[in-house]
């Protein structure tokens, strides 16, 4: 099984979708530790009653990107993951620390990219008017949420939304994207090809478009 290292930085819902699919003898990954750069973070104790290994690695105790990066660096090479999945991970990564684990790196993001990049993405697309939202699931590269798409999953915006209503119609499509993309990745149907992805999807394919 393909072995995952998860990185949070607070409730982990989206990690505890992972970890109950891997759950699963049947599922080709495992999720084989959990770190965050938060010490309070409510994932570390969804993780730790799920028996998952958790590290802290708080970003208040470096002085700055690089040596933090170094100290992730170094915990992450501890568990030796083939994948590392960013999890509502809110710091940004140093260059140089993507360049190690180049092609093993990979994140969720609350939006349809490439609209909606960074933060308050619901917010800013019931600003827009937007009919339909969504989340990406992205190979990460040095430049923010601009990596090679892996998958994405569309849901409305309908009258009356408010951004708690949307954030929560998306989170729900991005439990389940997550868990099919991680499966795609692990039965090696997802190829690098330069900046794009190309996902041997199968009888999934619509499924992996639009949940
Ligand atoms: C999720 O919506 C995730 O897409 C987003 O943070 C939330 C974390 O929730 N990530 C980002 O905004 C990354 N910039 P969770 O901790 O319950 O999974």
Redesign the pocket.
Known sequence: RLRVAVL??????????LIDAAAEPAFPAEIVAVISNRPN???LAVAARAGIATVVVDHKAYADRATFDAALDAALRDVEPDLVC?????RILTDGFIAGWAGRLI????ALLPSFK??D?HARALAAGVKLHG?TVHVVTPE??SGPIIAQAAVPVLEGDDEDAL?AR??AA??LLYVRALKLWAQGRVRLDGDRVKVDAGDDAHATALI
């Open positions: 949070v930085s607070g409730r982990g819902s989206n990690m505890a979708a973070a409510g994932a960013l999890a509502g991970f809110m994140n969720i993001h609350p960074g933060l993405t989340c923010m949420d954030a998306v989170l991005e439990h």
